[in-house]
């Protein structure tokens, strides 16, 4: 039953244009756009001797499962908790929780995919090289995917209406961007500000997708911060909620 749910889930989100344009394409046509601009491509001091094109590399990766996690999962659970499909459904042998699953593996592959097709185009397009530690990289990717899922069901259990969980994922949304890099990569930052934004979850991914993508193991320090986000977002978002 389970399975079946999944696949039902995986089809709906298949018919969403919107969900599949800024989850899957958006962060790699904005390294596109990044790339394409010559002085981007070239080595700058400020950055260690890596390119501009280079470190945002990381910062699309993350763009996709911010967007999926805090933008489009809250959106379809507060909308089906609007419409009275999770209250229908708990009268029946598929489980509430069976959707969440569900939601979360949709939109976790979804992040996931994304992030395989910005490393594509990073290397493909613009030389940019392949994670020095893949086994590292993984591990962060797998992180941040999961905190994001966490803070999103945050998102859905405070949310009783669409047009909250929008105005809440919003509010969420844009200093998450900040935190991973999007306007500033972190290695750009001033020192304080950059220790102050590791400690928050996704400037914690930023740095250690950072790290694992120059060839070295992912801060433990930064993979602690993630798995303490994780544990606090999900108790979180268990104890608040609500099917009906």
Not at 89 to 117: D, I
Not at 213 to 241: E, K
Request: glycine letters at 10%; aromatic letters at 8%; hydrophobic letters at 55%.
């Amino acid at each position: 039953m389970n399975t079946a749910v999944l696949r039902t889930e995986a089809r709906l989100f298949r018919r969403e244009p919107g969900a599949l344009f800024w989850i899957l394409l958006f962060p790699s046509l904005l390294l596109v756009i990044l790339g394409s601009v010559p002085s981007f491509r070239q080595p700058s001091d400020d950055l260690g001797g890596l390119r501009t094109v280079d470190v945002y590399v990381p910062v699309a990766v993350l763009l996709g499962l911010i967007v999926g996690g805090l933008q489009s999962m809250p959106q379809t659970l507060t909308g089906y908790r609007e419409r009275g499909i999770l209250r229908r459904m708990a009268v029946t042998p598929v489980r509430p929780s069976a959707l969440l699953s569900a939601q979360m593996s949709v939109y976790g592959g979804a992040s996931l995919a994304s992030a395989l097709l910005v490393l594509a185009v990073g290397r493909l397009g613009f030389g940019v090289r392949l994670p020095g530690q893949p086994a590292g990289y993984a591990l962060a990717l797998v992180a941040a995917v999961l905190v994001a899922l966490a803070l999103g069901s945050v998102v859905s259990a405070l949310s009783r209406t669409t047009k909250i969980a929008g105005a809440i994922g919003s509010v969420v949304f844009f200093p998450s961007m900040f935190c991973a890099g999007v306007w500033a990569p972190v290695q750009t930052m001033p020192h304080t500000l950059a220790r102050i934004v590791g400690c928050t979850p996704f400037g914690a991914a930023a740095q250690a997708l950072d790290r694992a993508a120059a060839g070295h193991w992912p801060g433990w320090s930064h993979l602690g911060v993630l798995a303490v986000w994780i544990l606090l977002l999900t108790g979180a978002a268990s104890r608040w909620f609500r099917w009906e």
